[in-house]
């Protein structure tokens, strides 16, 4: 049976190996890590999937911001990594996890959420798209149609131009 839990609930080094397996160990370089860079996870918004004690998928969401330039800041929460084992991938645990988070992003989030993602992923199972994101610039190399966001919980979302960074 595989429960979800608080990512709390885990050991660290337990999370890091399986973003390690989802993810390679050169995950480190990838853009979203510097949106995110410094601050820490959510634990309100961050869920393990455990099955028979294993550790199986994860996701974290982090407080971020979007920064325009005459310094007006909008909060916003990254959503991801989410992971799961490889070997077990496509197995409904990915959408369980985003289910589980959006649920309690649904009364808990402080502000809209955003990601850098599959829109065939999270566009068609979860309704984040990049029809905000347009005029939004991030610290790294992207694609600008895997830049997507979701309103939430009454937050809407900036559309302006903006930079995204940790808050
Ligand atoms: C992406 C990921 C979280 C999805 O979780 P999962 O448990 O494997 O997938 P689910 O069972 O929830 O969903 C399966 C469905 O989503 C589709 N799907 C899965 N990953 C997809 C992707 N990247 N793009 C498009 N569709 C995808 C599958 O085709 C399947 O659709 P179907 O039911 O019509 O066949 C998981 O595969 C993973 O950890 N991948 C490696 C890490 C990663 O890329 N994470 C996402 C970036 S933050």
Not at 57 to 73: E, K, L, N, S
Not at 97 to 111: G, Y
């Amino acid at each position: 049976m595989v429960e979800l839990l608080p990512l709390s609930d885990i050991e660290p080094q337990a999370v890091e190996t399986l973003l390690d397996a989802a993810f390679g160990p050169d995950r480190f370089g990838r853009t979203a890590y510097r949106i995110r860079e410094g601050v820490d996870a959510v634990p309100a918004l961050s869920f393990a999937a455990v099955e028979d004690g294993a550790l199986i998928g994860t996701i974290q969401c982090w407080p971020v911001a979007h920064r325009a330039a005459d310094g007006t800041a909008t909060p916003l929460v990254m959503v991801g990594p989410v992971a799961v084992r490889p070997d077990i991938q496509r197995g409904g645990h990915g959408r369980a996890l985003m289910a589980q988070m959006l649920a309690a992003a649904e009364t808990q989030a402080d502000s809209a959420l955003m990601m850098i993602g599959d829109p065939e992923y999270y566009g068609r199972f979860f309704d984040f798209t990049a029809d905000a994101t347009g005029a939004w610039d991030v610290p790294g190399p992207y694609e600008k149609r895997r830049l997507l966001a979701r309103a939430v919980n009454g937050h809407s979302l900036p559309t302006h131009a903006g930079m995204i960074g940790p808050r």
